[in-house]
């Protein structure tokens, strides 16, 4: 029982903690200009982080190997090189938008300056990842972020049309700018599968000691987890939809995202909505701080984890507290973490190949995996997503710039 | 040890592990000897951002540039077993591994907390 109740709290942290920044806006912003249309999209990315998670899990448990090991191991020094390159730069873009958004959140609480409360964000942040067992982190984190849930309530309040919400989730494009189109289904593609969220899992899976006889947990994690967080991905687009489509308003700040709540809801929706975001946006500034030291100290070989003491990984712990402090800055420079979010998550899609066919190669490979190489099903959903996310590679640079950062 | 290892995909780039399970470092290369005509053998693994100048061009020498470490070199005769990691059978401290984390962690230490 006590087994059972542990999965079910892990799961309600992993809801909690599968929003990012890059959700948020990808989401609403899809909401308010195409309405219900995208909702399929958000299908299709979250059954692809699913079955690559589920696969960076299963390779961390049979192997005892983390992502960027098997990443280095598989395509070889250089080709790892190219992939570590782009994924810290991606990884550093991510961090800043989200702790941008955390003081963004701050200032809308509390009405303190801006820049003063970037200060205190990256101090807070900096104090809880070196003071804080992971453990509590992870719920913390993932408990407030539930607070996301109010988007749910909020899109129920803000009746929508229940049809026009089923036939978003059917595959269709209904719009006379397809252009437009594209680049926001790339987008919901890329917020849905960021790389440091499996950088991040499959680090865990390794510390935390799995074996084969996790398996069955790892896919309960990957199904259960994601998949209810998609199902906050849904209530973010269609109050996104029911709220702004139509109405000439372009949800460019997190404080518009969160009148999503408080239209329907009134103060106290407002309330929990900024609270929600900012445990979510503040859990995904840790797991993206992690996951960038991760990253290199499994390229480089040095001691790593997030369940060691901070004196346990000096490197590691060096590591990310010089990305903490980069990131402080570039946020300084008063870049905007809505614009921002959207440039990383266009450029993470561009380094999804990089990440995902190593993970491919390796989890099909017996030598490491034995018996529990891929089966026919990982095969065919991996390698469909591999397709994807080529051709979305390709095109998500062009679109962005065509659509002017989906400015249309 | 199994009887045969892929060297490409079955040692090299993979974890260095020292007697206690510490991670120190990567197979960044392998020294290879034999001529022509003879069977290769594996003499010693190569560690060390210096290695990685021969790996990748112009981006491994920024990177063995950006890392400044220098190379260790492992004889074969050292190595315990290879199985996911490639354990070895002294610490890392002995063979000279490992140093930037034990050079860094003094500083770390002054920090409050270091040891939670």
């Known amino acids: 029982m006590n087994k059972i109740f542990g999965v079910a709290l892990g799961i309600l942290a992993a809801i909690g903690g599968f929003v990012d920044i890059g959700d948020l806006v990808f989401n609403v912003a899809a909401g308010a200009t195409f309405g219900y249309q995208l909702l399929w999209v958000v299908v299709i990315g979250v059954v692809g982080i699913i079955t690559y998670s589920e696969m960076c899990g299963r390779v961390s448990a049979v192997s005892q190997k983390a992502v960027f090991d098997a990443v280095r191991e598989r395509v070889g020094f250089k080709a790892g090189l190219i992939t570590l390159i782009a994924a810290e730069i991606v990884n550093a873009m991510t961090l800043t938008a989200e702790i941008g958004g955390v003081a963004i959140c701050l200032q809308l609480l509390s009405g303190l300056p801006y820049r003063l409360l970037i200060v205190l964000a990256a101090i807070v942040l900096a104090i809880v990842v070196w003071i804080v067992n992971f453990d509590w982190i992870e719920r913390i984190f993932g408990y407030g972020g539930l607070c996301l849930l109010v988007f749910a309530v909020a899109a129920v309040k803000l009746h929508p049309d229940w049809g026009a919400v089923g036939h978003g989730f059917v595959p269709h494009v209904d719009t006379g700018n397809k252009l437009l189109y594209g680049y926001f289904a790339i987008g919901l593609l890329g917020a849905a599968m960021t790389p440091y969220e499996v950088y991040f899992y499959s680090s865990g899976a390794v510390e935390e000691g799995w074996t084969v006889k996790d398996l069955g947990l790892n896919r309960l994690n990957a199904i259960v987890g994601y998949g209810l967080g998609g199902f906050l991905s849904f209530a973010l687009m269609i109050v996104g939809g029911a709220l702004f489509l139509g109405k000439g308003i372009d949800p460019a700040t997190l404080g518009s995202i969160a009148m999503g709540a408080e239209v329907p809801l009134g103060q106290i929706g407002l309330l929990l909505a900024l609270i929600g975001i900012l445990f979510a946006v503040a859990g995904a500034s840790i797991d993206t701080l992690f996951s960038g030291a991760y990253d290199l100290a499994q390229f480089c070989g040095f001691e790593w984890g997030r369940h060691k003491s901070p004196a346990g990984a000096p490197r590691f712990t060096l590591t990310w507290i010089v990305l903490l402090i980069l990131a402080m800055l570039a946020v300084m420079t008063g870049v905007d973490a809505v614009k921002l979010t959207e440039f990383a998550v266009i450029f993470s899609v561009v380094a999804l190949p990089l990440t995902y066919l190593p993970i491919l190669l390796v989890a099909n490979d017996k030598a490491y995996m034995g018996n529990y190489a891929n089966g026919r099903l990982a095969n065919v959903l991996g390698i469909l997503y591999l397709v994807i996310i080529m051709i979305v590679a390709l095109t998500a640079i062009p679109l962005m710039l065509l659509t002017n950062l989906g400015q249309g | ?116």
């Open chain 2, 1 to 116: 040890m199994s009887e045969s290892i892929d060297l490409g995909l079955g040692l090299l780039d993979h974890q260095l592990l020292d007697k206690d399970g510490r991670r120190c470092g990567n197979v960044d290369d392998l020294a290879i000897e034999g001529g022509p005509g003879e069977p290769a053998e594996v003499v010693a693994i190569l560690v060390g951002p210096d290695v990685w100048r021969e790996r990748a061009g112009w981006i491994g020498r920024i990177a063995a540039w950006v890392a400044r470490g220098g190379r260790v070199r492992i004889p074969w005769g050292e190595v315990a077993e290879v199985s996911a990691h490639v354990q070895l059978k002294k610490t890392a401290a002995e063979y000279g591994l490992g140093r930037g984390d034990d050079r860094l962690r003094p500083y770390i230490e002054k920090i409050p907390g270091s040891h939670r």
